[in-house]
């Protein structure tokens, strides 16, 4: 005698086993001209998504959310293999144009709850322009407002961790 398995717990089973690898963007608006950003940081503005309604994930119960995501599922990816697929996510979610080379490591875990990892990536615009496809909203957030944003913890702290590493790239 067999027994039969619901689809949707299947299908949880299976998501948890597989590991994911997962790719974020930081996207910072510097001012007008990546040749002479807005020297005072705490003045740029970093692209936060809001998800939609039902949508929302543990680790970001407002659904607050950043550009990107899934890039892999299986084993590990190569690093420029990851960004060259972050940057097809970015533009598929938002319509921003970066390039792998705009791109920016600053920091990498693993995923919380189930086997992967996520690593985020700064990058510089000098657009505001966005053309949501798969969020309902969002909003440029000023660095130095970003606790009046009601961000969680760990996004706040990647976005700054993220400042220094562009403004790095901006300026040498």
């Not at 936060?48 to 590990?76: A, C, I, T």
């Not at 909203?137 to 660095?143: A, C, K, L, Q, T």
């Not at 944003?149 to 976005?159: F, G, K, Q, T, Y």
Request: hydrophobic residues 40%; glycine residues 6%; aromatic residues 6%.
């Amino acid at each position: 005698m067999t027994t039969a398995v619901s689809p949707l717990l299947l299908k949880e089973q299976l998501k948890t086993k597989v590991m994911k690898v997962v790719a974020k963007a930081v996207i910072y608006h510097v001012g007008d001209d990546l040749t002479n950003p807005i020297p005072e940081t705490d003045q740029w503005r970093v692209l936060v998504l809001q998800r939609f309604p039902g949508d929302f994930r543990p680790e970001s119960p407002d659904g607050h959310d950043l550009p990107g995501g899934v890039v892999k599922k299986g084993k590990k990816l190569r690093y420029d293999i990851e960004r060259a697929r972050l940057v097809r996510r970015v533009f598929g979610e938002t319509g921003i144009s970066l390039s792998t080379h705009m791109l920016r490591y600053i920091k990498k875990r693993s995923l919380p709850n189930r086997p992967g990892t996520v690593s985020w990536y700064g990058a510089a615009t000098t657009s505001t322009e966005v053309n949501l496809i798969s969020h309902v909203s969002f909003d440029w957030v000023e660095i130095g407002n970003l606790e009046a944003a009601n961000l969680p913890d760990w996004m706040s702290e990647v976005i700054r961790s993220g400042v220094d590493v562009v403004h790095n790239q901006l300026t040498t």
